[in-house]
């Protein structure tokens, strides 16, 4: 533990940070959703590859909106990260109660994809240049 550290005050509350880590994520994975239909749509890419391209932006959301959080909150990286993926599961299973009625199909692949996305971002972190300092790790 380092106690000489200096606060310099910039850090966002828990649950701000989290909150806007799981807002980024959902507006992100509606503009990538709308992307991905719109190529589909105009032929650039077939319609056989759109499970795939949906996973990737579902994965690339889940690690957008933890490196945000991650990035605000900066401690507890890891509890953040998984937090943040854990409540945009929520979100998008919130979403699939409301819109198609409960009906649940994948949501495995979903749970792996979306925990999996925000822990990678969890265990590489966000931590900068200063991480080894004298040869020592600095946590």
């Known amino acids: 533990m380092i106690l ?3 606060t310099t005050g910039k850090a966002v509350p828990m649950p701000a940070g989290v909150g806007l880590g799981v807002a980024l994520s959902v507006v992100s994975l509606l503009i990538q959703c709308a992307a991905l239909s ?3 749509l ?3 890419i077939g319609g056989e590859i759109i499970g795939y391209g949906s996973m990737g932006a579902l994965s690339l959301s889940a690690m957008l909106g933890a490196a945000v959080a991650s990035a605000k909150i900066k ?3 890891m509890l953040v990260c998984l937090l943040t993926g854990a409540l945009f599961l929520l979100v998008l299973v919130l979403v699939t109660v409301i819109c198609f009625g409960g009906r649940f199909s994948g949501v495995i692949t979903t749970v792996i994809v ?5 822990g990678i971002v969890g265990v590489f972190g966000l931590r900068g240049k200063d991480r080894y ?3 020592h ?3």
């Open 4 to 6: 000489s550290k200096k």
């Open 38 to 40: 719109w190529f589909v």
């Open 42 to 44: 105009k032929g650039v």
């Open 75 to 77: 401690r507890r990286q």
């Open 114 to 118: 979306c925990l999996l996305g925000s």
């Open 133 to 135: 300092r004298h040869g």
């Open 137 to 139: 790790l600095k946590v």
